[in-house]
């Protein structure tokens, strides 16, 4: 139960390039994961926000229902279970098709796991947006998705901004798990850093540190361009770590 | 006189609400037709439907003899020639007025942008909010408001416009100058159909108008006659409410 200060500064000094390589890695797949994550979102949060209406054609209606049943099961199954586990099954499940490597199939795991939570965020942000404003551009003939993209979507994104921007700071830290498909990002470097010199304790306390100041720089500068985007003026909502 | 909608007892409801109980209505090309009559008797919902904002549960609403309902039918084509005017204004909040203006030209009936532009700028001319051009719609007041929605919605060419209210969210101080540019849209001729309770400018405008009551059709015909001799105990007695 004691941390050796010195041991600490020595075993980061010895592996520095090895830490620095976790950290690009780290910091590459969750800002990969956070955009993939919100542009497929956007895509499945809009196909979620769908109504059936009662004139729809046989066909238009078919995709409606496909569409919703697709994205409801979707969200149920990638939020209902690890991303660990959705690591291992899909890299191994689809290599055959794809030829992946355990990058890209990290990238790309991470980035439809993320678009699971981020279809979410989407939904109740066009929800927060008032029916008026929606059926205003529907009065002028606008389609659906038009409605969408240029006034609901903008307006959506911007409300649910600080949850959007959680997801980056979630997946700072959840990029780790990756380290299963021995993608070496921060987590699977510091692994292999404490394999060689057995002073867990301190190696992961690095790690620890490191994570923290990542998150907190993401953290920060998620608020600068919240505060930005409203215009200069101070906001109550900080970032959540969840 | 030409037709523009003929409405075939048109029935809608709201689970076991029924909101209209069968609509027989013709509304007539320069024809400026009000719709009067309590709150909850299926005013909006009549105008919605003919939007297809809500759709009917049964019955026909043509246009120009095509029925509206039918799968071939253009809904947005459609939609953007059959102008709606909210109480609540609805304009986009994360764009300009100009925008609000210029958007569904350009996505629905093609226009480009330069064209969009100078359209969007007449329009708001005529209704007097050039100078707002590049205002946000939330710095705003609610005549302002109203009035860049009528151009919003006189941008898009209208064949005829729907006015649900337009004046009921607005302090009464803002009142006249939304009526004065509905009055100046019905110099000009466009065929509309108006939600109001202002009875005094529905009488001066109207050429036509409608006590609705209970989802139903009470009473119909010149403003003189439904707004002065009324025939019908319930138009009496709605009208007994307003000093006409
Ligand atoms: N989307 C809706 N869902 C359920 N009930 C509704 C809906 N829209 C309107 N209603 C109900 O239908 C009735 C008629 O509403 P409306 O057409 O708005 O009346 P009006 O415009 O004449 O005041 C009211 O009782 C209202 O509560
Ligand atoms: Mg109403």
């Not at chain 1, 090895?18 to 949060?45: E, N, R, S």
């Not at chain 1, 969200?75 to 690591?87: D, E, K, L, Y």
């Not at chain 1, 989407?122 to 409605?147: K, P």
């Not at chain 1, 510091?190 to 057995?198: D, Q």
Request: hydrophobic letters at 45%.
């Amino acid at each position: 139960m004691k941390i050796d200060f010195s041991i600490l500064i020595n075993i980061f000094n010895r592996n520095i390039s090895l830490f620095i390589h976790g950290i690009k890695i780290t910091c590459l797949f969750a800002i990969v994961g956070t955009v993939g994550g919100l542009i497929l979102g956007l895509l499945l949060g809009g196909i979620r926000a769908l109504k059936v209406e009662k004139n729809d054609r046989g066909i238009s209606k078919f995709f409606k229902v496909i569409g919703l049943a697709f994205t409801r099961f979707y969200i149920w199954v990638f939020r209902g279970t690890p991303m660990m586990v959705q690591a291992i099954f899909l890299y191994y499940f689809l290599k055959p098709v794809f030829h992946w490597n355990s990058f890209t199939a990290g990238l790309i795991i991470i980035s439809i796991n993320t678009a699971a939570y981020m279809a979410e965020i989407v939904r109740s942000g066009i929800q927060s947006i008032d029916n008026g404003q929606f059926e205003a551009c529907r009065s002028i003939g606008l389609t659906f998705f038009q409605s969408l993209r240029y006034v609901i979507l903008p307006q959506a994104i911007k409300n649910s901004f600080p949850s959007i921007g959680n997801q980056l700071i979630v997946n700072i830290k959840d990029s780790s798990m990756l380290n299963v498909l021995s993608v070496t990002e921060l987590f699977f470097q510091t692994s292999s850093i404490a394999g060689s010199n057995y002073r867990y304790i301190e190696t992961y306390l690095i790690a620890a540190i490191i994570y923290l100041l990542l998150t907190s720089l993401a953290s920060a500068i998620l608020n600068a361009i919240e505060r930005k985007m409203n215009g200069g003026k101070k906001v109550k909502t900080s970032m959540e770590f969840s | 006189m030409e037709e523009i909608f003929k409405i075939e007892n048109l029935t809608k409801n709201f689970k076991s609400l029924e909101v209209l109980k069968g609509i027989d209505l013709s509304i007539y090309k320069n024809e400026v037709l009000t719709i009067i009559g309590s709150s909850g008797c299926g005013k909006s919902t009549l105008l919605r439907c003919l939007n297809l904002l809500e759709y009917p549960d049964s019955g026909k609403i043509y246009y120009h003899g095509l029925d509206i309902m039918d799968p071939n039918m253009n809904v947005n084509k459609y939609r953007s020639k059959v102008g709606m005017v909210f109480q609540n204004f609805n304009l986009f909040n994360n764009m300009s007025i100009l925008d609000n203006c210029v958007i569904g030209q350009i996505n629905v009936l093609k226009r480009n942008k330069e064209e969009a532009t100078k359209i969007a700028i007449e329009r708001l001319k005529d209704v007097g909010m050039l100078d707002f051009k590049d205002a946000r719609s939330t710095t705003l007041s609610g005549g302002q408001k109203q009035r860049a929605a009528i151009a919003r919605t006189l941008c898009m060419d209208p064949e005829v416009i729907l006015l649900d209210e337009p004046t009921s969210a607005l302090d009464p101080e803002m009142v006249g100058e939304v009526l004065d540019v509905i009055l100046k849209l019905v110099k000009k001729g466009i065929p509309m159909v108006i939600v109001t309770h202002e009875m005094l400018f529905a009488k001066e405008v109207s050429n036509r108008i409608i006590f609705m009551d209970e989802g139903r059709i009470v009473e119909q015909g010149s403003p003189l006659d439904v707004l002065e001799n009324p025939k019908q105990e319930r138009t009496k007695q709605f009208l007994s409410r307003y000093l006409v």
